[in-house]
C-alpha cells in the first residue's frame, strides 16, 4: 500500500449550485448557444470560440471552455470530416498558447459528452484548465498509454490499454511529433463513433476524451462512460476485458480507422 496519493482539487461547491439553478440544461437557457452570455472571450475561429470559464470550481486554477460549434446538438461523433480537423486544430493551438504561457504547472484538455461523462451542458465543448498547483500527470503512468496494438502509420499509433487507468476499454490515440493532427483527428472520430454507434450495440450514450502532452507526444485516451465500478471507487482497482474480447473490439475498431 503506498502511504501518500495525489493532492486533491479544492472544489468550490458555492459557485457550482449557481451554475445548475441559473442555466438549467435546456437549449433556450443555453450559455453556449446565447452569445449575450459569453464573455471574457481569448479567441474566435469560425463558430469556434474559447473563452474564460464563468463558473470556477477548482481553486488555483485557470478554467476555460472551448465551443466547438454552433449548433446546439453536435458533436464530434457528428460532424464532418473537414469540421472536425479544423476543431482539432484550434483546441491544440489553443492549448498551447496557455502551456506556452508558463503560468501553470499543468494545463490539461479534456471532453466530456452524454450524461454518464461528468458534464452539465448538452452545448457540444472541450475544457481547458490550467493549475497553478497541482502535477495532472502525477498518477499517470506511461503504461496506461501502451495496450493491444489497432492500427499503426506513420506517426500515429492507435491501442486498447491493457493497464487502463479506470477501465474497462480505453482507447489510446498517439502522436508522434506535431505532424499528421488532421490523422488523429479522423482516428478520434472514428474511435468515439465506435463507441457511440456500435459498442455494445450502441447502449454506450456517454464518453470523455482526455489529452496529454508527453514526452514529445501528444496523446488522447477515449473513454466510454458507464456507471462507474466500485472496484475502482472503493479500490483503485481498474477492470480490463478478456483477452477474447480484447482481441474481438481492435478487430471491428480496425475495421472502422
Ligand atoms: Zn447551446
Redesign the pocket.
Given at each position: 500500500m503506498i502511504t501518500h496519493t495525489h493532492d486533491p482539487l479544492f472544489f468550490n461547491a458555492s459557485i457550482n449550485r449557481v451554475k445548475y439553478s441559473k442555466n438549467g440544461s435546456s437549449?433556450k437557457n443555453?450559455p453556449?448557444?446565447d452569445k449575450a452570455q459569453q464573455a471574457n472571450i481569448h479567441r474566435i475561429q469560425d463558430d469556434m470560440v474559447w473563452l474564460d470559464n464563468k463558473f470556477t470550481t477548482i481553486e488555483k486554477s485557470q478554467m476555460t471552455v472551448l465551443i466547438e460549434s454552433a449548433e446546439?446538438e453536435g458533436d464530434i461523433v457528428t460532424y464532418d470530416q473537414a469540421k472536425n480537423r479544423e476543431l482539432f486544430k484550434f483546441a491544440f493551438s489553443c492549448w498551447q498558447e496557455m502551456i506556452d504561457s508558463k503560468e501553470y504547472h499543468s494545463v490539461i484538455m479534456f471532453k466530456n459528452f452524454g450524461p454518464m461523462s461528468g458534464g452539465s451542458?448538452?452545448?457540444p465543448h472541450m475544457q481547458i484548465v490550467g493549475m497553478a498547483d497541482v502535477d495532472a500527470y502525477e498518477e499517470i503512468g506511461t503504461d496506461n498509454f501502451v495496450g493491444l496494438e489497432v492500427r499503426k502509420f506513420e506517426n500515429l499509433e492507435v491501442n486498447i490499454s491493457e493497464r487502463p487507468i479506470m477501465g474497462l476499454a480505453e482507447i489510446n490515440i498517439i502522436l508522434r511529433g506535431d505532424e499528421n493532427l488532421d490523422a488523429f483527428a479522423d482516428a478520434v472520430q472514428a474511435s468515439a463513433r465506435y463507441y457511440m454507434n456500435d459498442f455494445l450495440d450502441g447502449r454506450c450514450d456517454s464518453y470523455n476524451l482526455f489529452f496529454y502532452r508527453i514526452h514529445g507526444k501528444a496523446i488522447c485516451k477515449i473513454v466510454p462512460r458507464f456507471l462507474t465500478s466500485p472496484y475502482f471507487i472503493g479500490y483503485k482497482i481498474p477492470q480490463v476485458f478478456t483477452d477474447e474480447r480484447m482481441q474481438e473490439i481492435a478487430e471491428e475498431l480496425r475495421a472502422r480507422l
Open positions: 437549449d443555453c453556449f448557444c446546439h451542458l448538452r452545448h
